[in-house]
């Protein structure tokens, strides 16, 4: 395929703009991304909106340069397992169906992973159109979260079968792009020729410096309090709160306090676990993207967990929207989590281990007593995200492997 112009992409992704879930903006984003860098891009998700499957959006339309085109879907609930099921197969068929349409003619082909199993896209497409390059933009890792969850047993049937779907549809891309080289550990094992890049999700907000505390926003959520930590964002099945309600406890007579700002299918669960323990933790409203900044900026620390099962299954975008509020992180999960080795390696925040809460609470309070430490650290995780994680850098690096594939 030679040198062109305007190369063409169609990306594939359940939800689009203007759905507000974190990975439809960000696949909204890329899409718009690539129409700035020269190419034509058309992106196919569902006519039902994400947060209300009653409401519906237009079949075609128009967004930043992208040609949005979406499929007709039954209502059938998102939040039920039959009809997580019954969408992932709908949505996959329809977008096999596309490789049938001659006036559909991308020379790259972009797949998520929303609905579940989505990669297997690339079997039909991979059979029906060769001349399409075919790419891979993992978010989650199936059958492996669903094992994860308890929901499949590790050696059953079920997961065998999944599994040998899965290694079909990874040998069938060109490129595979992962979130983290847990991740990418993890779809190594499939045995893919295809290229792998890690390219990471940016935040949903950049601002140009550390992001000052609005005093309002500081005080809605944490009071008076010296020290704020905040967990912000959903809250599932993958996530976990040991430690963090023990912390909450032994930091309050310090002047420190623990919100969370959730919503997600393990909040009813999170609020129980509280309530039992009786521990100090507040809970607050969760926030649109009208609300994002004032929320992620109001916070000294932010909070990211994940379960250690859950490992390379999925990569907590918690941990960008942190750093580039200038924001610094206590991550709560395994040690061969990427988020532990970035923590770590580049110094932006600290690590929750449940058997020495104590001596984190110290080292947290001592901390946050030193106004000259605390700029110190809110800049330096600034820096650090538009060194390595931002928006720019981001999709440039996702236009220069593209283009490499269409030999541009």
């Known amino acids: ?37 020269g190419w034509h891009v058309t992106a196919s998700s569902s006519n039902r909106a994400w947060h209300n499957d009653r409401e519906t959006y237009p079949r075609r339309s128009t967004w930043n340069g992208v040609e949005l085109r979406r499929v007709w879907r039954p209502r059938l609930r998102q939040a039920s397992a039959l009809g997580r099921v019954a969408n992932a197969i709908w949505m996959i068929s329809a977008w096999s169906l596309l490789a049938l349409n001659r006036r559909v003619n991308p020379q790259v082909l972009i797949v998520g992973t929303d609905p579940i199993l989505s990669p297997v896209v690339s079997i039909v497409w991979k059979f029906l159109r060769p001349d399409v390059r075919l790419v891979h933009w993992c978010f989650d890792l199936y059958p492996e979260a669903a094992i994860a969850d308890g ?140 609300r994002l900044h004032a929320r992620l900026s109001a916070a000294d620390v932010h909070i990211v967990t994940l379960r250690d099962e859950w490992t390379g299954t999925v990569v907590p975008s918690k941990f960008f929207g942190a750093l580039a509020m200038g924001r610094p992180v206590l991550f709560a999960g395994s040690a061969d989590s990427v988020i532990y080795k970035w923590v770590k390696e580049m110094g932006v925040g600290w690590i929750l281990d449940p058997e020495r809460v104590e001596s984190l609470a110290i080292e947290l309070t001592q901390w946050s007593e030193s106004p000259e430490a605390k700029e110190r650290l809110f800049q330096h995780c600034h820096s650090v995200y538009h060194r390595e994680f931002s928006r720019a850098q981001a999709l440039e690096r996702w236009n220069c492997a593209l283009r490499s594939l269409v030999g541009d």
């Open 1 to 37: 395929m030679g040198a062109c112009e305007h190369p063409t992409a169609l990306v594939l992704y359940h939800y689009l703009y203007p759905d507000d879930v974190v990975s439809a903006i960000l696949f909204s984003e890329l899409s718009a991304g690539l129409v700035q860098r």
């Open 151 to 290: 929901v499949l047993a590790e050696k059953s049937l079920a997961a065998r079968l999944f599994q040998w779907l899965m290694q079909r549809s990874y040998r069938s891309f060109d490129l595979i792009v992962d979130i983290g080289s847990c991740m990418r550990n993890r779809l190594l094992r499939y045995g893919s020729e295809a290229t792998h890049a890690t390219i990471v999700p940016w935040a949903l907000s950049e601002p140009d410096s550390p992001a000052p505390i609005p005093a309002s926003e500081r005080s809605k959520l944490f009071g008076n309090a010296k020290l704020g930590l905040l967990y912000a964002g959903s809250i599932g099945r993958a996530h976990t709160w040991r430690g963090i309600l023990e912390l909450a406890e032994i930091l309050l007579p310090t002047g420190g306090r623990v919100v969370f700002s959730v919503r997600g299918n393990a909040v009813e669960q999170l609020r129980r676990a509280v309530d039992a323990s009786k521990a100090p933790l507040g809970f607050a409203d969760f926030v649109g993207a009208e």
